[in-house]
């Protein structure tokens, strides 16, 4: 609905500033085909031109690799009663009132053409080469369509009157105006909210007026133009013929009466060409929506911060300090109580945002913040893609008012540290409504002694790493992953968490997507990136290869 509307709303803003160039340079001059051609053309530009997406190409930066803690996933779930009903929603009455208004006026059309034929079938018709000539007493006025002409029983063609009648209506024929009218009738009919074909439809039919005017008057226009006002009160039929007797007489008599060319008149026409090419570029060139970097590394383990033995900085994006910010430290910031409190904490104060519940949104929040080296939260955001429903909003709300957390230290001293902390929002369907919302939360088993060859850690003395290491891994990435062309298309982008396992022998295993699907292809070209990667050097504990889970965020960015 959104996409319609904006189409529809370009459509519009295309049509009425070519339109409008009409009226202010071309309008009411004698390049009559000149006119006839460019209304047409405006009408199928401003059809196709929002259509377009053509690519600018923008210079594209070199990405920065980023290593942050990541906390275990906190699952947040919401019970809902399904309603009985789906309820009409108000995207559903626009559509189905739009589509019966588009039905009847195509109706209108059909039910017209329909007339046309069944008067022929009840009329006399003599083939009079390249037309054919239809006379009956139903006919009100001569009228033209395509290569019939209908002649009324009160018009002599004999006389000095019939004959210019009848070279008028001869010119609709050799010009083909019934085809401009068919076309213009049944795009106003599809298009009937874009008021500026209405427009456009009733000036094309004026310029075929004064076309056929001009022609058919030839030297003798003083008695053409009375031959317009003797007979300028006869009715019409049809709304898409070519009538003698059209609306509104004094412009035709006063095109009939017009001899001087008009200053400019080349310039007026050329001077279209930067009007069309605003339009043109402003609607159909988008920025290159490419990648610029899809490898970056955020090296987690799924249920706990690890501990990386080489300290690592980063300068965050907003600073209220000139205090550096680390990402790996050898004591990472912990909730005050520890996860278990972390999660009771979340679950009391985390409110299911109502409209998210109405519309059965769900999905995973990724909240970034930096704890401070006095254990206060700051710089909180979201990362990845949002839900909607103001689920984001709600995360963020809940992690900002956070109470101190235990600082990280780094060589025994309190520094500001990086951490992640996602947040499944979920909903229990047929659940009973009382149960709302909780915490699911359980601890990673403490690694034994001794492990057994089946046993998947998440914890470890030693991370599993990509052999060479993690510019190895980034180049690995860069190579071998192609931005889908689905999603460059649809502005897809987000970051993708493929979870697997490292086995104790290095291949990987288990592969598959955490957290929401961000669509457009970007999960399934992360996971046939994973499982095409060569062997990794395994995770150790207690001197022992181990199996080890292993979480690999990939950012997908387009450059707007």
Request: charged share 20%; hydrophobic share 40%; proline share 8%.
């Amino acid at each position: 609905m959104n996409l319609l509307l904006a189409y529809i709303a370009k459509v519009i803003i295309c049509s009425a500033v070519l339109y409008g160039y009409y009226y202010i340079a071309l309008r009411n001059n004698r390049f009559h085909q000149w006119n006839r051609y460019y209304l047409v053309l405006i009408t199928v530009i401003s059809l196709l031109t929002p259509l377009l997406r053509i690519p600018l190409p923008i210079p594209q930066e070199e990405p920065s690799t980023m290593m942050s803690y990541t906390s275990r996933m906190i699952t947040l779930r919401e019970s809902v009663i399904p309603p009985a009903n789906p309820a009409i929603t108000t995207g559903t009455i626009m559509n189905a009132l739009y589509t019966l208004v588009m039905a009847l006026l195509l109706l209108r059309i059909l039910v017209s053409i329909f007339n046309i034929r069944q008067l022929i079938r009840r009329s006399r018709v003599q083939k009079v080469p390249p037309y054919k000539f239809v006379e009956n007493q139903e006919i009100q006025a001569p009228f033209s369509f395509f290569s019939y002409i209908f002649w009324d029983q009160h018009t002599s063609l004999h006389t000095t009157e019939g004959q210019q009648i009848l070279k008028h209506e001869l010119v609709h024929l050799q010009e083909k105006h019934s085809a401009d009218k068919l076309f213009m009738e049944i795009i106003t009919a599809i298009y009937w909210i874009n008021p500026v074909f209405h427009i456009i439809k009733r000036e094309l039919a004026l310029v075929h007026e004064f076309m056929a005017d001009k022609k058919a008057a030839g030297e003798e226009v003083a008695g053409y133009a009375q031959t317009i006002l003797q007979m300028a009160f006869h009715s019409k039929q049809f709304s898409f013929t070519n009538d003698f007797f059209h609306p509104p007489i004094k412009r035709r008599i006063l095109m009939l009466t017009q001899f001087h060319t008009p200053r400019f008149s080349y310039l007026r026409r050329i001077l279209v060409l930067p009007v069309a090419t605003g339009i043109f570029c402003s609607l159909a060139f988008v920025a290159d929506k490419r990648p610029s970097a899809i490898r970056t590394l955020n090296t987690t383990v799924s249920e706990v911060a690890v501990m990386d033995t080489t300290p690592r900085k980063i300068t965050p994006q907003k600073e209220t300090a000139s205090e550096p910010v680390f990402t790996f430290v050898e004591q990472p910031p912990v909730f005050k109580g520890g996860e278990d409190s972390l999660s009771s904490y979340l679950a009391r104060n985390i409110k299911y945002p109502k409209e998210a519940v109405a519309k059965k949104i769900s999905g995973i929040v990724f909240v970034q913040f930096v704890v401070d080296k006095k254990g206060n939260v700051t710089n909180a955001k979201t990362v990845g893609r949002d839900p909607g429903a103001g689920i984001c909003q709600e995360a963020l709300r809940v992690v900002n008012s956070m109470p101190r957390w235990v600082p990280g230290k780094q060589s025994g001293r309190a520094v500001a540290v990086q951490f992640n902390l996602p947040i499944r929002f979920s909903l229990n369907d047929g659940k009973s409504a009382t149960d709302k919302q909780h915490v699911e939360f359980t601890p990673p088993p403490p690694p034994p002694p001794s492990p057994r060859p089946a046993e998947i850690f998440t914890s470890v003395e030693q991370l599993p790493t990509f052999r060479g290491g993690e510019a190895a891994l980034a180049k690995y990435l860069s190579s071998n992953i192609k931005y889908p062309r689905d999603a460059q298309e649809h502005g897809i982008s987000g970051t993708v968490f493929v979870q697997f396992i490292v086995m104790d022998d290095g291949n990987l295993r288990d592969i598959h997507i955490v957290g929401a699907p961000k669509g457009g292809g970007l999960d399934e070209e992360a996971i046939r990136v994973v499982k095409a990667m060569p062997k990794w050097n395994p995770g150790i504990q207690n001197k022992h290869a181990v199996n080890t889970e292993f979480n690999l965020p990939i950012r997908f960015t387009l450059q707007e």
